[in-house]
Nanobody, 128 residues
């Protein structure tokens, strides 16, 4: 079955950086768009970033644009989220997710319902 395993979370000071990784198995990773979402305490899960299967298309939430970078290594079945300039407002559980539709080269959806498979999440806490 499909498994997505996030890692790289932890405690970081404001202004610092962190790189999250999501290792995928059980699917043809290189044919699926991937996304990162986050959920802060008491808030709904929200879109952070997405990347098409080729890596040629990326989207970011306005709140992270210019600070976060999504990338992927299809040879390693892994998607990354490089987070720079972290702010206390970035504190959340971060989830990676795999698109419900495969073989669409420019697709990089931003809606939760477009994703079928989710990881267990990794906590990122930014202290002020």
């Amino acid at each position: 079955q499909v498994q997505l395993v996030e890692s790289g979370g932890g405690l970081v000071q404001a202004g610092g950086s962190r790189r999250l990784s999501c290792a995928a198995s059980g699917l043809s990773f290189s044919r699926y768009a991937m996304g990162w979402f986050r959920q802060a305490p008491g808030k709904e899960r929200e879109f952070v970033a997405s990347i098409s299967w080729s890596g040629g298309t990326t989207y970011y939430a306005d709140s992270v644009k210019g600070r976060f970078t999504i990338s992927r290594d299809n040879a390693k079945n892994t998607v990354y989220l490089q987070m720079n300039g972290l702010e206390p407002e970035d504190t959340a559980v971060y989830y990676c997710a795999a698109d419900r539709a495969a073989f669409q080269p420019m697709r990089a959806p931003r809606e939760i319902y477009e994703y079928d498979h989710w990881g267990q999440g990794t906590q990122v806490t930014v202290s002020s």
